[in-house]
């Protein structure tokens, strides 16, 4: 049926239903907010080694980096070496799919660094990275 204004009621009626867009909006913000709180940082600036070969790694979780004094820092807290793998352990049980990066600096001692990744190979994680500067 027409009507005057040669406009069917349909037409008059028709509406964008929001509901769908705000649903995704909203899981979209839920997501984000979950991803940012479980990435953990360090806690301290390091100066990393330059690599040609380094590839980029967005989803490490678990920061461990190595000053060059050769002080420990994880989450933000300076960690004793023999503390390191009762630490790693509980934030990779917190966050199972989060790997390990060790940053250390490149004036850092290779005995720290090798002392660390043993304490990580320990805690169960079998690949962690070495963070490095990318050329």
Do not use: C, Y
């Not at 705000?22 to 997501?31: A, E, G, P, S």
């Amino acid at each position: 049926m027409r009507r005057r204004n040669g406009r069917s009621s349909a037409d008059q009626n028709s509406e964008i239903d929001m509901t769908p867009m705000l649903d995704i909006v909203f899981i979209m913000l839920i997501f984000f907010i979950v991803t940012a709180s479980s990435v953990k940082e360090s806690g301290i600036d390091v100066n990393r080694p330059s690599a040609q070969t380094a590839e980029k790694n967005e989803q490490g979780h678990i920061i461990v980096a190595i000053k060059p004094n050769g002080e420990v820092w994880i989450d933000k807290q300076a960690v004793d070496i023999r503390a390191v793998r009762a630490t790693v352990t509980r934030l990779h049980a917190e966050n199972p799919l989060g790997s390990v990066i060790i940053a250390a600096d490149r004036e850092a001692k290779t005995h720290a660094l090798i002392q660390v990744m043993d304490q990580i190979r320990l805690a169960g994680i079998a690949n962690a990275a070495i963070a490095t500067e990318s050329e």
